[in-house]
């Protein structure tokens, strides 16, 4: 899987959007409102959730929230504990 440096730049903006809708108990939501939220194009947030994720977002639903995060933070490698 190739994933640009610029993508990698963003994932984490992302992870922070995603975690506090968590927070507010939202269980999905859309590259359209990531994308609004930072500022950016929704296709470019559309092409780097799908190029990280394992499941793709639904039309008129999104991605689902808990995937997502989970998705990143395995992309990232954020899951492993160190000493």
């Given at each position: 899987?190739?994933?640009?440096?610029?993508?990698?730049?963003?994932?984490?903006?992302?992870?922070?959007?995603?975690?506090?809708?968590?927070?507010?108990?939202?269980?999905?939501i859309s590259s359209t409102a990531i994308a609004n939220e930072?500022?950016?194009?929704?296709?470019?947030?559309?092409?780097?959730?799908?190029?990280?994720?394992?499941?793709?977002?639904?039309?008129?639903?999104g991605f689902e929230v808990n995937k997502l995060i989970?998705?990143?933070?395995?992309?990232?490698?954020?899951?492993?504990?160190?000493?």
């Open positions: 899987m190739s994933v640009s440096f610029e993508t990698i730049k963003r994932l984490p903006l992302y992870l922070r959007i995603l975690k506090s809708k968590k927070e507010e108990n939202i269980a999905n930072l500022k950016l194009n929704s296709i470019q947030v559309r092409k780097d959730l799908a190029s990280i994720s394992k499941e793709d977002g639904k039309p008129g639903i989970e998705d990143i933070n395995e992309f990232l490698d954020l899951n492993k504990t160190q000493n």
